[in-house]
């Protein structure tokens, strides 16, 4: 936003140059990122954060600066004419002249006469110049109005309209511009009507399901009875916090105004807003939190404005109609807290001082000042902690002038217990060159669903239908990834992440680890010697086998294992010591053409809650063996359902010492084999580290491998 330094000077009689003012700011947090024009033209270009709407205007940066320089503060005194009675003979009571901008408390107050309150319907006194009644208290406990009559619409004085542009806003006419430029002067948004296009009373409702609204952009909105309105008797002629109804604006015709300025529900307006995509510099402040008890000064201020540029006369006292109290709890202060944070600075004369120049009245509640009781001014809706309190004591003291000092350390760096596991995972895969990606943890609700069947972690507040659930597996993240590479000119690509699924386990969410892996292109790059191989089902089955020999385990084997987005045949899952570890394939064709995906895609994805309650295997030394070994092969025949890594687990798994391997040498289908078997010739190798081996001992250990492939459905080959 734009803040001209010349008009933070009405208020702070400032001594040092713009620059140093800039500096000094971005030092307590009101950022200035850029510096525009010279002189009276100067502007800063300023970054206030969306907890500060109280900055957001020149009047809350003036009192950071007087905070900053120990200056006082001018208040901002509206000065209005007598009021001329309403219509009826009689006036309201209370008190609307000259209310402070400094103390929120007075204008309080002076309101306090013309407050009417009821459990469902708030109303202005019927002596008021114009009748008010709130429908909605908790969405609109406070609104405020005033009327001038026989106004004079006409351009601005040359300073409102100077300041305004400097600021790229758009002069319009002296009631309209008097409401912008209270808007930036002290950070209330205001509204004018045209009071004779209103009719009867204003009313703050919810809106008709399907009534009709033509805001001030000329645009004919549908409203929900989720949209607060301000209506007269017979129509909506508002968007509550958001804009102003075309049909009541303010025109060369009109004569008599209704100003308001009202306190809207941040949340209604921040949904309103978003239903009709409109933000508008009011709803951009209401959104974050107005200052409950500038309605009534902000009144005033836009009226005296407008009497300065267009003559005409007040009507009765101000409106103030509050159908609900909106109060902060004042917080406790300790020094002996800010001493643990801060450290010996600064003294509780400057905490005093700090605080009471940002707006907080700080009540020593023991003689020795070591505790305060600290109220929190209407503006400042951020602060709500004593940890809020000492961060505004430190930024307007000064970091810099806290003594650099190391935090206090006990104990020791612990490993978390799972580290080394990761590590090796890490290093293996960069290793096998996979390349390290991260995804986004949220997904569509339909990827969620197709890739997993746990129970879905639901965004309370998504940014969009595409990102509504916690994700349920890695998959859909590594495929738009690999999507991403080919999409812009990379066809090969080894990718892996290592990251967290979220899913229901009865009514706990519960987060699990998992590592998934993509891989396209070509497995082996073209070489004089070596034409290209593209990347194959076995080459990730390969690399997933590299990974799972960093773990001990007694029983592996491959499940042939289809889903809707793995290609059939050409997928499995791993199963090790009886719990699946691992599934891997190539996309289903189906799955691939959805994403676009112009060539073969293999995906992996590694369960690691599963994996790692195995121990990485130790490395052991044993001496190259001094005596000879023997081996023995066997022709089997098998069942097509018997896996070899069953046959593996199942010989190694005898009480066989001296057996130091077991491998397939040659399959053979087809022939004499009969259909749905196979024919498998084995090779078993024997060896002592102490002794040459009998010939009797090697038929033994034999007839024991023979019998258990017997027992697994095998038949011993014959010829």
């Not at 907080?360 to 009781?373: L, M, N, R, Y």
């Not at 509504?468 to 859909?476: A, C």
């Not at 010939?695 to 023979?706: C, G, P, R, Y």
Request: aromatic letters at 8%; charged letters at 25%.
């Amino acid at each position: 936003m734009k803040i001209s330094p010349q008009w933070l000077r009405d208020w702070v009689d400032l001594k040092v140059d713009n620059t140093r003012l800039a500096a000094d700011l971005s030092s307590v947090g009101a950022g200035v990122e850029g510096i525009s024009g010279e002189g009276e033209n100067t502007v800063f270009e300023m970054e206030i954060t969306t907890n500060r709407p109280d900055e957001m205007n020149h009047y809350g940066i003036a009192r950071e600066a007087a905070a900053i320089y120990d200056l006082p503060l001018k208040t901002i005194e509206p000065k209005l004419p007598a009021a001329a009675k309403p219509a009826t003979g009689k006036t309201s009571s209370g008190a609307g002249q000259g209310a402070s901008f400094q103390s929120a408390t007075d204008a309080r107050s002076s309101a306090s006469g013309s407050t009417a309150v009821a459990s469902a319907v708030a109303a202005s006194p019927a002596t008021a110049a114009f009748p008010i009644e709130i429908h909605e208290p908790d969405l609109c406990p406070r609104f405020t109005a005033r009327v001038i009559r026989n106004v004079s619409i006409r351009p601005s004085p040359k300073v409102v309209q100077q300041r305004l542009g400097l600021l790229d806003q758009r002069p319009i006419n002296n009631a309209v511009d008097a409401t912008n430029y209270v808007l930036w002067e002290i950070g209330k948004p205001t509204h004018v009507f045209d009071l004779d296009l209103l009719e009867g009373k204003i009313v703050v409702r919810r809106a008709r399901n399907g009534e009709k609204l033509k805001t001030l952009d000329g645009v004919e909105r549908t409203l929900t009875p989720e949209d607060v309105v301000v209506a007269d008797a017979v129509k909506a002629v508002g968007l509550a916090g958001v804009m102003g109804g075309y049909d009541t604006m303010i025109t060369d015709k009109t004569r008599n105004i209704l100003i308001e300025s009202a306190w809207w529900d941040p949340i209604s307006i921040r949904k309103t807003s978003r239903r009709h995509g409109i933000h508008t510099d009011a709803s951009h402040r209401f959104e974050r939190g107005a200052d409950f008890e500038s309605t009534v000064p902000s009144t005033n201020r836009v009226a005296e404005l407008i009497l300065q540029a267009g003559d005409g006369e007040l009507v009765g006292d101000v409106i103030d109609v509050v159908a609900k109290e909106i109060d902060q709890a004042p917080i406790a202060l300790r020094l002996s807290e800010v001493r643990r944070i801060l450290g010996n600075r600064p003294s509780a004369a400057e905490i005093v001082r700090i605080l009471e120049k940002l707006g907080f009245e700080a009540t020593p509640e023991k003689t020795d000042e070591s505790e305060f009781t600290v109220g929190v001014p209407s503006w400042r809706l951020d602060v709500e902690r004593e940890i809020d309190l000492i961060e505004e004591i430190a930024r307007l003291y000064g970091y810099d002038k806290f003594p650099n000092t190391l935090p206090a350390f006990a104990g020791e760096v612990v490993e978390q217990p799972e580290a080394k596991k990761d590590a090796e995972l890490r290093s293996s895969l960069l290793a096998l060159g996979y390349d390290e990606a991260i995804s986004l943890v949220f997904i569509a609700k339909e990827e969620a669903a197709r890739f997993s069947s746990a129970q879905q972690v639901e965004v309370a507040n998504p940014l969009s239908a595409e990102a509504s659930i916690m994700r349920t597996s890695l998959l859909p993240g590594m495929l738009d990834m690999i999507a991403y590479n080919l999409n812009r000119g990379v066809d090969n690509a080894r990718l892996f992440e290592a990251g967290s699924v979220y899913e229901y386990v009865g009514t706990d969410p519960v987060e699990t680890k998992r590592i998934s892996m993509g891989a396209t292109g070509s497995a082996v790059a073209p070489s004089v010697n070596q034409p290209a191989r593209p990347y194959s089902f076995y080459d990730m089955k390969g690399d997933i086998e590299t990974l799972l020999g960093s773990f001990e385990h007694n029983l592996l084997y491959y499940d042939p294992h289809t889903t809707e987005y793995f290609h059939p045949g050409r997928s499995a899952r791993i199963v090790v010591d009886g719990a699946t570890v691992a599934q891997f394939g190539q996309i289903h064709p189906d799955a691939a053409a959805a994403r676009k995906l112009r060539q073969d895609v293999f995906v992996a994805e590694l369960y690691l809650d599963r994996l790692y309650q195995h121990k990485l295997r130790e490395p052991r030394y044993e001496a190259l063996p001094r005596y000879p070994a023997v081996q023995r092969d066997f022709s089997f025949i098998f069942p097509d359902s018997v896996l070899f890594e069953i046959i593996q687990t199942t010989v190694m798994g005898l009480d066989i010492r001296e057996l130091r391997s077991f491998e397939p040498v040659e399959i053979f289908r087809g022939g004499a084999i009969p259909a749905g078997k196979y024919s498998l010739l084995l090779r078993a190798t024997f060896q002592s580290a102490e002794r040459t081996l009998r010939e009797d001992e090697v038929a033994q250990w034999s007839a024991k491998v023979i019998k258990a492939l017997e027992g697994l459905g095998g038949s011993l080959r014959s010829s």
